[in-house]
């Protein structure tokens, strides 16, 4: 539902009329939010939606000449489809990412580790701006390590309707079992689970791994699963440089009390967002949100999105006499 809001919003304080396709797994609470929409006023005609399976839907809205943009949330490979279906028309895309965390030497290690704790695992993991590889500088790395995985086993995980509860299950067993199939790849491919690493049905624990190939999936894709994991860096350089080592760029995040460290940082990292102590997971409505390589085009955000959304005109006057 947030992510419907943020295109509804903007879209209809831009004027235009909206056809809404929410995800196939997720639909009840777009309808949900249109059905609220139409109660509370909003023109029956500037709001459609289509329910159903992307693979058979999304050619017919994409290609439509009477749709002026295409705005869309989702994985890389169904952003170059639409692209290449598209034609002549405005495209928005937030694509996903594989965020990167540097946690430098003197950072404020409580706060680090329960940032980075909250922001690979609270929404099991399903966040495109999930922490997802947490470059660990090796003078702090065991400490870190140490307080991360005894914070990480405190998550109470089961059903997200009990007060208690950090953390609930995926959205389908067999996003589970993908997760769970990149770990065991991860692990034969030399990888050690540090904790976790276990799926009940479309639960997947909480998972810490370190060692981790940079070969195996889990390290080069978008896991969109409650799995982190760690490397110890020694460089700031070549921590910036691992960070920008794959095709996504949407946030990044550095823990650090230099103020000339955490710049250095934020204009070396290629990604649209650097978070200066706080995870990658921070994420404001008058941010200008989105990534560059393959995590997307295009800015959403309140201001940004109304902005995207509309087609300027420029109107002149002559006002001279004769």
Same mark, same amino acid.
């Given at each position: 539902?947030?992510?419907?809001?943020?295109?509804?919003?903007?879209?209809?304080? =831009?004027?235009?009329?909206?056809?809404?396709?929410?995800?196939?797994?997720?639909?009840? +609470? =777009?309808?949900?939010?249109?059905?609220?929409?139409?109660?509370?006023?909003?023109?029956?005609? =500037?709001?459609?939606?289509?329910?159903?399976?992307?693979? !058979?839907?999304?050619?017919?809205?994409?290609?439509?000449?009477?749709?002026? *943009?295409? +705005?869309?949330?989702?994985?890389? !490979?169904?952003?170059?489809?639409?692209?290449?279906?598209?034609?002549?028309?405005?495209?928005? *895309?937030?694509?996903?990412?594989?965020?990167?965390?540097?946690?430098?030497?003197?950072?404020?290690?409580?706060?680090?580790? +329960?940032?980075?704790?909250?922001? @690979?695992?609270?929404? @099991?993991?399903?966040?495109?701006?999930?922490?997802?590889?947490?470059?660990?500088?090796?003078?702090?790395?065991?400490?870190?390590?140490?307080?991360?995985?005894?914070?990480?086993?405190?998550?109470?995980?089961?059903?997200?309707?009990?007060?208690?509860?950090?953390?609930?299950?995926?959205?389908?067993?067999?996003?589970?079992?993908?997760?769970?199939?990149?770990?065991?790849?991860?692990?034969?491919?030399? =990888?050690?689970?540090?904790?976790?690493?276990?799926?009940?049905?479309?639960?997947?624990?909480?998972?810490?791994?370190?060692?981790?190939?940079?070969?195996?999936?889990?390290?080069?894709?978008?896991?969109?699963?409650?799995?982190?994991?760690?490397?110890?860096?020694?460089?700031?350089?070549?921590?910036?440089?691992?960070?920008?080592?794959?095709?996504?760029?949407?946030?990044?995040?550095?823990?650090?009390?230099?103020?000339?460290? @955490?710049?250095?940082?934020?204009?070396?990292?290629?990604?649209?967002?650097?978070?200066?102590?706080?995870?990658?997971?921070?994420?404001?409505?008058?941010?200008?949100?989105?990534?560059?390589?393959? +995590?997307?085009?295009?800015?959403?955000?309140?201001?940004?999105?109304?902005?995207?959304?509309?087609?300027?005109?420029?109107?002149?006057?002559?006002?001279? !006499?004769?």
């Amino acid at each position: 539902m947030n992510l419907v809001a943020h295109k509804l919003g903007p879209a209809f304080a =831009a004027g235009n009329a909206v056809i809404l396709k929410p995800a196939t797994v997720t639909p009840l +609470s =777009a309808l949900k939010l249109a059905d609220l929409l139409l109660k509370a006023g909003l023109p029956p005609k =500037a709001l459609q939606v289509l329910t159903g399976p992307g693979s !058979e839907l999304g050619e017919s809205l994409v290609t439509d000449d009477r749709v002026r *943009m295409v +705005s869309f949330t989702g994985g890389v !490979e169904t952003g170059k489809k639409i692209a290449q279906l598209a034609g002549i028309k405005k495209i928005g *895309m937030e694509l996903g990412s594989n965020s990167p965390v540097i946690v430098w030497k003197d950072a404020h290690l409580d706060k680090a580790v +329960s940032s980075c704790v909250s922001g @690979a695992f609270w929404a @099991a993991g399903q966040n495109c701006i999930g922490v997802q590889r947490l470059y660990i500088h090796r003078d702090i790395y065991e400490v870190f390590k140490e307080e991360f995985i005894a914070q990480t086993k405190r998550y109470k995980i089961g059903n997200k309707l009990e007060e208690n509860c950090d953390m609930g299950p995926m959205i389908t067993e067999d996003e589970a079992k993908r997760v769970e199939n990149w770990v065991t790849e991860a692990k034969k491919k030399g =990888a050690i689970i540090l904790t976790g690493g276990r799926r009940n049905k479309a639960i997947m624990e909480p998972t810490v791994l370190e060692n981790v190939s940079t070969d195996a999936t889990i390290h080069r894709q978008e896991v969109f699963g409650p799995v982190v994991n760690f490397y110890p860096i020694d460089d700031i350089d070549d921590a910036i440089q691992k960070a920008n080592s794959l095709p996504y760029g949407l946030h990044a995040a550095v823990f650090t009390e230099n103020i000339n460290l @955490a710049l250095k940082a934020a204009y070396s990292l290629d990604c649209g967002s650097v978070i200066i102590n706080d995870s990658t997971d921070y994420r404001l409505d008058s941010m200008p949100f989105g990534g560059v390589k393959k +995590s997307g085009i295009g800015r959403e955000g309140i201001k940004f999105s109304l902005q995207e959304m509309t087609e300027p005109k420029v109107i002149c006057f002559d006002v001279s !006499e004769g």
